[in-house]
């Protein structure tokens, strides 16, 4: 991408609501998996570093992340210049004989269905764990819902649980939670995704809508942190499992 255009990223991952309720819910969600102390994180795919001041707030980080331009960006971050963050250009897996040591918890959001090879990549990812390490995915959900946007984004997939599931098995890693997530705002994107096939017009999901929208959107979505406490979701578009090695 143009450097410009990773700098409308920079401003929307911190300004969207889909990007900054997202982070509430994951900040719960690996608040709840109870780190140790001084643990280490590894992101794939961290971009211009949205989720990195999140993710340093439970231990030292390390962002994997192909474009130089993406991390130039992520550079500036307060974390990455305090050092809690450290940044490594290159592609996954093969950059990941770069990284060393070895991680309590392995990030991959909204990364894995940009993987042509998503159960090679969870293997390659799976030695790097430490023991009792895990590992946490995002995707989006519902093949169903394929669309422009996917090709757009260069996915190879959206996945079902039941798809997702596989690909760990596959990978030789025993996934202890599958949920659908985004759940209480599906209906309204089903109708939003109709109404844009009817006026044959492309979705407007990367523009930041006025600023009460904005912010009625942020609650409805970051609210699902309290439900996937003690539930699993039936539906929505996306999905979020957690896995641990099979020979931990």
Known sequence: MRADAYLEMARIQHAHWWFTARREILRARIAALGLPPGARLLEIGSGTGGNLGMLSEFGSVVGLEMSAEAIRFAARL?????????????????????????????????????????????????????????IMVTVPACPSLWSEHDVKLHHFRRYTKDSLNAAFGQAGLDVSRVSHFNTLLFPLAIAERIACKVRGRPSSANEVPSAPVNAALRRVFAAERHLLGPVNLPFGLSLLALATSGHA
Do not use: N, W
Request: aromatic letters at 4%; charged letters at 30%; hydrophobic letters at 40%.
């Open 78 to 134: 307060p974390e990455v210049r305090a050092g809690r963050v450290k940044l490594v250009e290159g592609r996954c897996p093969e950059a990941l004989d770069a990284i060393q040591g070895s991680f309590d918890l392995i990030c991959l959001f909204d990364v894995l269905e940009h993987i042509e090879s998503d159960s090679t990549v969870l293997r390659d990812l799976s030695r790097l764990l430490a023991p009792g390490g895990r």
